[in-house]
């Protein structure tokens, strides 16, 4: 596939134009396109890459000399390690490095990273980064090229940063992360359509979704609390209790108990790719997710046969009062791309969240979600995942 990364940097994008071995120079350079002389960055570039560097020891580099050509200088900084990183990986792996202009993907990402290839905790400046990359994003808007949003953590770095147009957004922790996030979307198959109960989807996907992003990436979470709000009130004692006519008022209350406990629950919801589409087409946002919204019954998500799905989550009705803590289980954080999971996450009224499923699912299997509130009451949310068989 034709792959273009972008490296936004405080002075404008860049893109990586050309990379390639440099068998006979004594190190690796970089430079621009208009410009013989290597620029400030190659020293570390050469460190990053060269034997028994971070890079090389990560990726098992073939070579360890390299020209690196870029389309607009990099003076300072190393937020750029992380897209060349990427870019490293992907050629390995028999991409093409383009322009975005001939691109079939296009990568924006940014951010440093460690010895150990984690992003380094830092201010990466990112409202101002896609502010100007506007134009870029403009011309890609037009074009038949997907794009994908690589944020860096901590989720705090990319708090109110707002993605362009249709763009898919993730939070990622590590060079590993990222990885995983572009291999899932070069590999997902297609996936059938699913009936059933469709509603309007709300455009939120991978790790971003944790933070409250202007892309409308929100937060995940969980806990649940068992409200009852519609108590008898001070009846009687049972000896001078006479029976009324009409309903029972102990039914009623019991009744009340049971759907103030059923509107608290948070609902599951589904993401299937259309008829005639990919879930890598939904998950890049060319195409809209057709969506179904269950309730549990005895905290259970009894879904049935699903048309293999793209991701799923849970929402939190908009009455609800609280603001609640989730965990998944094992079952479910292997089945989830590695860059959407958190040890836990937060839920508050009117949010959701949905996680990218790692390819298609091919066979059944049950997970669950234990949901806690601040006073520390816990339930668990289980689904019985069922796949279709024709």
């Known amino acids: 596939m034709r792959v273009a990364i972008i490296i936004p940097t405080t002075g404008g994008p860049s893109q990586i134009l050309r990379l390639q071995p440099l068998r006979k120079a004594p190190c690796s350079l970089v430079f621009t396109q208009d410009d013989y002389k290597p620029i400030e960055i190659s020293a570390r570039y050469n460190d990053f890459v060269t034997a028994g560097g971070p890079l090389s020891r990560a990726l098992d580099l073939p070579e360890t000399r390299f ?5 607009r200088k990099i003076e300072s900084g190393r937020s750029w390690e992380l897209p060349v990183a990427l870019a490293h990986w992907l050629q390995m792996d028999g991409h093409e490095i383009v322009a975005a202009e001939s691109a079939e993907l296009v990568i924006w990402s940014t951010g440093a990273l460690n010895s ?43 708090l109110g940063t707002p993605a362009p147009g249709d763009m898919k957004s993730h939070v990622i922790g590590s060079l590993r992360d990222g990885m995983d996030v572009i291999r899932h979307l070069l590999s997902v198959e297609h996936i059938q359509p699913v009936t059933g109960n469709d509603t309007t989807p709300k455009q ?43 309903p029972d008022p102990v039914a009623q209350a019991q009744q009340a108990e049971l759907t103030s406990r059923t509107a608290t629950l948070p609902e599951l919801v589904i993401h299937h790719a259309p008829d005639g589409a990919t879930c890598r087409a939904v998950l890049f946002g060319g195409r809209e997710p057709r969506v179904s919204v269950h309730s549990a019954h005895d905290d259970v998500f009894d879904t049935g046969a699903l048309d293999r799905p793209c991701a799923l989550g849970l929402r939190l ?31 508050a009224a009117g949010q959701e969240i949905v996680l990218t499923l790692r390819g298609s699912v091919d066979a059944d299997f049950d997970y669950s979600w234990v949901l806690k509130t601040p006073d520390g009451d816990i339930t668990t949310l289980s689904h019985r995942v069922r796949v279709k068989t024709e």
């Open 204 to 246: 939120i996907y991978g790790r971003a979704s944790a933070i409250a992003l202007g892309i409308g990436l929100v937060a995940i979470s969980g806990l649940f609390w068992v409200r009852n709000d519609a108590g008898p009130g001070d009846a009687a004692p049972l000896a001078q209790a006479t029976i009324p006519d009409g």
């Open 116 to 158: 150990d290839m984690q992003i380094i905790a830092q201010d990466y400046h990112l409202a101002t980064k896609l502010a100007l990359s506007d134009t870029i994003f403009a011309r890609l808007a037009s074009a038949d090229a997907q794009a994908v949003m690589l944020l860096p953590a901590p989720l705090e770095s990319a």
């Open 317 to 347: 009705d908009e009455a609800a009062e609280d603001r609640y803590t989730l965990q998944m289980d094992d079952a479910l954080r292997a089945r989830i791309l590695t860059s959407d999971f958190r040890p836990d996450y937060t839920l």
């Open 67 to 71: 020209e690196l050509r870029l389309s």
